[in-house]
Nanobody
Framework: QVQLVESGGGLVQAGGSLRLSCAASARTSTTYAMGWFRQAPGKEREFVAVISWSGSITYYADSVKGRFTISRDNAKNTVYLQMSSLKSEDTAVYYC?????????????????WGQGTQVTVSS
């Protein structure tokens, strides 16, 4: 069992930046991919970014490409999401998740463990 705890959310003005962190309770570096998803009120959960276990492969949703950067520190069992040039449409609860397979996927149903989420609110 892996427990995930997100932090770093908050209120920021449009154009600003935030860095989200997701700390895992157990070692997740062994072939686990890790991803970020978000869910805005009244909308379905959507994929944001994913990173391979080694950190060498990353993939982003088109809506955040060029503005968000995912990274991980396996020594700290932590994955990060650096968010820049934030827009009001980025407002959502952000979740990190672990995929125990080594396959990079954007599908939420493929992820095995989820954090509780952290709120990001971007004011325009």
């Amino acid at each position: 069992q892996v427990q995930l705890v997100e932090s770093g959310g908050g209120l920021v003005q449009a154009g600003g930046s935030l860095r989200l962190s997701c700390a895992a309770s157990a070692r997740t570096s062994t072939t686990y991919a890790m991803g970020w998803f978000r869910q805005a009120p009244g909308k379905e959960r959507e994929f944001v970014a994913v990173i391979s276990w080694s950190g060498s492969i990353t993939y982003y949703a088109d809506s955040v490409k060029g503005r968000f950067t995912i990274s991980r520190d396996n020594a700290k069992n932590t994955v990060y999401l650096q968010m820049s040039s934030l827009k009001s449409e980025d407002t959502a609860v952000y979740y990190c998740a672990v995929d125990r397979s080594s396959i990079i996927t954007t599908q939420a149903r493929e992820y095995d463990y989820w954090g509780q989420g952290t709120q990001v609110t971007v004011s325009s």
